[in-house]
């Protein structure tokens, strides 16, 4: 007898439907996760798009002002009656509005600065001042640091430089008026004195030795009436600047070389103290170092002869910030305030045997050439006259290319 097979085992149906049931739930669930990421992304989609709008929009806004701006500023610099030239990092010209186009007469766009410059522009001797043709302009720089490059605004100064003349002009014969009547006397006392020793130069019983002294004196005033006529034409002409490159070192030594014999003669103790590189100043040589040998020389008249302190004269010079400053110091009297505010009239003067206009003519000189002259002084402590004039390097006086 055969052993009997075990009966399959039947599945109930319940069963299967819960298995079903299942699948179906977790497929409803996946249905709804995907349906809420899909929502999701949806809202992130157009929370994004509305952001890419607001941008586009903010983007669109800038776009316009900075066209509006681009717009004004050419609109401005071809309104501006100064001439704007643009460089590249190779120093060619990459814009150029209408009024820098009128002032050198051509198109610069592409032309190499150094050529234009070269070509157009003629020193003056005056720093970052050039004569274009009848006009003179002045020239201002400025680096372009992201493209090193260079800016260079041109103004015209030709108007300003002729008033600048004229006003100068005007001074010059104001003064000439006012000092007209102290004119007089200057001549009047020297000219009296000398009649007086010539006529008794007459007398047959004078003797010859008194006949040598009057002689003597007479001469002598008479060289200071020629003195002070010189001293006349020479500030009633004024000084006009020149182009001559000076070095400073070599204006200073000048400057001692012609002083120091009559400072050692006098027994004054001269001191020279000069830290000026190899900066130079631009103008008229003889007139600046004329103006500053008449500094030196008022100050060994007021230190020579004087026993209360010994006689001492410094003379300093540095250059600091485009501007050289050259003092002359004594241990003289000293200058009273009310004397200080008048030392540069013409004709004032605290010595008897002073014409009172070597300071005038000195101011003028240090003026012309774009500079000035102050003093500092207290009674009995000494007085400091200070010569300060435009100086800097050689390249600072040339267009660079």
């Not at 079903?20 to 929370?47: H, I, M, P």
């Not at 680096?143 to 490059?149: E, K």
């Not at 130069?201 to 004078?206: A, D, I, M, S």
């Not at 103008?283 to 020579?304: D, P």
Request: proline content about 5%; some cysteine.
């Amino acid at each position: 007898m055969s052993p009997s097979l075990p009966e399959p085992v039947q599945e109930r149906p319940d069963a299967k439907a819960q298995e079903l049931q299942k699948a179906f739930d977790v497929f409803n669930q996946v249905s709804q996760e995907l349906t809420q990421a899909y929502d999701a992304l949806q809202g992130r989609v157009a929370s994004l798009t509305a952001e890419l709008a607001v941008a586009n929009g903010e983007l669109r806004r800038q776009y316009k002002e900075k066209e509006a701006l681009s717009e004004r500023l050419s609109l401005l610099l071809n309104a501006l009656p100064a001439g704007v030239v643009v460089l590249d990092s190779a120093f060619l010209v990459t814009e150029a509005n209408p009024a820098a186009k009128a002032m050198f007469g051509q198109d610069l766009v592409g032309e190499g600065w150094s050529r234009v410059s070269g070509q157009a522009l003629v020193p003056t001797g005056a720093p970052d001042e050039w004569q274009v043709g009848s006009r003179r302009v002045s020239i201002a720089k400025s680096p372009l640091d992201s493209a090193g490059g260079q800016i260079l605004l041109v103004h015209d100064i030709t108007h300003a430089h002729e008033m600048k003349a004229n006003l100068e002009r005007n001074q010059r014969l104001a003064a000439m008026g006012e000092m007209a009547a102290s004119l007089a006397h200057q001549l009047r006392t020297p000219l009296a004195t000398a009649l007086l020793y010539s006529s008794n130069l007459g007398k047959p019983e004078l003797a010859p030795e008194a006949r040598t002294r009057f002689a003597d004196k007479a001469t002598e005033q008479l060289k200071r009436l020629e003195r002070l006529i010189q001293d006349v034409l020479l500030f009633a002409r004024g000084e006009s600047i020149g182009r001559e490159a000076i070095p400073v070192a070599a204006l200073v030594t000048e400057a001692v070389q012609a002083v120091e014999p009559l400072m050692k003669r006098h027994g004054v103790d001269f001191r020279v103290e000069a830290e000026v590189g190899d900066f130079i100043m631009m103008g008229a040589r003889k007139a600046i170092a004329g103006a500053l040998t008449n500094l030196l020389e008022n100050a060994l008249q007021v230190v020579e002869g004087r026993t209360e302190r010994p006689p001492r004269v410094l003379l300093q010079a540095r250059v600091s910030e485009g501007r050289c400053y050259i003092a002359v110091s004594d241990t003289g009297p000293g200058i009273a305030p009310e004397a200080q505010a008048r030392i540069f009239e013409p004709f004032f003067t605290t010595r008897g045997q002073g014409t009172g206009l070597g300071l005038a003519i000195a101011l003028g000189v240090a003026r012309a050439h774009g500079g000035t002259i102050s003093v500092r002084s207290q009674p009995g402590e000494g007085s400091e006259f200070t010569l300060e004039l435009p100086a800097g390097p050689a390249s600072q006086f040339v267009v660079e290319s």
